[in-house]
């Protein structure tokens, strides 16, 4: 299925252009559905209107326009008060939300025995800062239409105290936010200076960058995404390769890597990890359960000799091992390669990295030779991407041997060769920078992780918590998306796109039930199948048909 996509702020002026000119949609119309999506999601999150105090706080732009609709259907629809606050002064508003005001400052005052009580709509015009007091503590719910998708520099002065009061506000009232939080820029990550905190944002056509990457989008609230008219075929015209996972994505991976009825443990997969050395088992015993987990029929784990003893006690009793050559400190080596492609020759899907151990040259030697030579689909994590940092110019993946990377920003360093705080800087573009420079599918995780891909589209995952920041994490991620990609090998994109989903989404599960604060890498793997179960249905649960008699 498509992803919804994520559009910057001029691909959004794009599409709105296209809207009226191709489709024959008034500017006039798509502000008034915009308004009406926004009046909807306020009564599906808060309840009926009736009864309720309204203040819309509206910019001079078009978002306060939007703001403008939006209070003349609230008083329409049975809100006791509506007041609405434009920021400066009428005169300085153009086109349709000029006219959607004007609307508003005709009704100021108006009241109507509607319901069995009077309602009232009030218009105020502020110029400076301390008309500000206007606003009523009596609020139920603030509605921040100050400003749009088009902010690109902080906001002070009058605007920079209205979202304070906003700010201040939440906890007696409720901000619902139009479009994006104001304050923030829809195209960055990274708030740009004061903004408001909503309750409840609602985004237009498509979210923006600001509405879905982190720290920004903590400042959403409930995000709802709102149709306006836009049609889908014209969402692919303004290169938007920004785009959104969700549920209905990763259930149609599901559906596709079913296994039949006449499965058998080598026909759903089978998996060689290479991982662990002496001292760093735990994290070849975790990613291996989660190989079985996600499904695969079998797993076998590649080990230092002198960690296999250990290693064993520690895995699942459905676990294989295999001892290879090793140095004085308990790291595999380069004479073990040939063995380890023996090893690999007959598995469906390779996975290399977790607790490798990355420190030796002649291990290094080894993760390269073993890159470059293997014949299934690899998956690269941990001291398997230390081992190849730098990542070298030339080692590329293909379409048939595809390699799948899963760095944290600091691995994602170390293969650039930048600062970590480069990375957090440009997460977007580096990402998708590596991807398509050395035909990698790339999962730089962090709050919502994204996934490049080798054609320069990029997948933001929604799914997970600040629990999952702990170690063994990346373990169980590296160890579900091999057993994920072993059932379905021709489709390694959507098996890693499911894969970060469903890892997240087992962390979200288990911080549900724990909390994020005692949450650990094992609670991931124990919530795993009811993250497959949630998504994937009742399908998931099948079995034998029962042979009857009549």
Not at 150 to 157: K, Q, S
Request: charged content about 20%.
């Amino acid at each position: 299925m498509r992803a919804m996509k994520i559009f910057t702020a001029a691909q959004m002026r794009e599409l709105d252009r296209l809207t009226v000119e191709r489709c024959g949609i008034p500017y006039a119309t798509l502000m008034e559905t915009a308004g009406g999506r926004v009046v909807e999601a306020i009564i599906e999150t808060y309840g009926p209107l009736e009864g309720k105090f309204f203040g819309v706080v509206c910019g001079k732009g078009n978002n306060g326009g939007d703001g403008a609709v939006i209070a003349r259907l609230l008083w329409m629809r049975g809100a006791s008060v509506v007041s609405v606050y434009l920021l400066g002064s009428l005169d300085e508003v153009q086109g349709e939300a000029r006219a959607n005001l004007e609307m508003i400052r005709k009704t100021d005052q108006s009241e109507a025995a509607i319901y069995g009580f009077a309602r009232r709509m009030e218009f105020f015009e502020i110029a400076k800062e301390e008309d500000l007091g206007c606003f009523s503590a009596a609020t139920s719910v603030f509605v921040d239409a100050l400003f749009g998708t088009g902010i690109t520099r902080p906001v002070t002065g009058i605007h920079e105290k209205a979202i304070e009061l906003l700010n201040d506000s939440r906890g007696d009232s409720f901000i619902v936010s139009v479009d994006i939080p104001s304050g923030l820029s829809s195209d960055h990550a990274q708030p740009i200076g004061p903004h408001v905190v909503a309750d409840l944002t609602v985004s237009f056509t498509g979210p923006k960058i600001g509405n879905v990457l982190a720290p920004a989008c903590e400042a959403n609230g409930k995000l709802v995404i709102a149709p306006i008219g836009t049609p889908d075929w014209l969402l692919d015209e303004v290169g938007a390769q920004l785009n959104l996972v969700e549920a209905p994505q990763i259930k149609a991976f599901l559906d596709a890597s079913r296994r039949a009825a006449h499965a058998h443990k080598t026909t759903v997969g089978d998996v060689l990890l290479i991982a662990g050395s002496r001292g760093k088992t735990g994290a070849a015993a975790l990613a291996s359960e989660a190989v079985l987990r996600a499904g695969a029929g079998l797993v076998t784990v590649a080990t230092a000799h002198s960690a296999q003893a250990l290693l064993v006690t520690q895995c699942k009793n459905e676990v294989m091992t295999e001892g290879l050559d090793e140095n004085e400190a308990g790291a595999i080596t380069h004479p073990a390669l040939e063995r380890a492609l023996q090893l690999a020759a007959k598995r469906s899907v390779l996975a290399l990295g977790p607790g490798l151990s990355s420190n030796d040259e002649s291990t290094r030697r080894f993760v390269r030779e073993f890159v470059e030579r293997r014949n299934a689909p690899l998956v690269i994590d941990a001291d398997g991407l230390n081992a190849l940092a730098p990542w070298p110019a030339d080692l590329k993946g293909t379409d048939e041997l595809p390699i799948i990377i899963t760095p944290h920003p600091g691995e994602m360093a170390r293969l650039i060769g930048k600062t970590n705080a480069d990375v957090n800087a440009d997460r977007i573009n580096l990402a998708r920078e590596f991807a398509t420079q050395h035909h990698v599918i790339t999962v730089l995780k962090g709050s919502r992780s994204l996934i490049a891909a080798p054609d320069g589209q990029v997948y933001v995952n929604p799914t997970g918590n600040a629990g999952m920041a702990t170690a063994g994490s990346g373990d169980v991620l590296t160890g579900l998306l091999s057993g994920l990609l072993a059932q379905h090998p021709t489709a390694p994109l959507d098996a890693t796109i499911a894969a970060v989903y469903l890892h997240g989404l087992a962390g979200d599960l288990a911080a549900a039930k724990l909390g994020q604060r005692s949450l650990l890498a094992s609670d991931l793997i124990a919530h795993l199948s009811k993250a497959i179960l949630q998504i994937g249905g009742a399908a998931e649960r099948e079995t034998s048909k029962p042979i009857t008699t009549i």
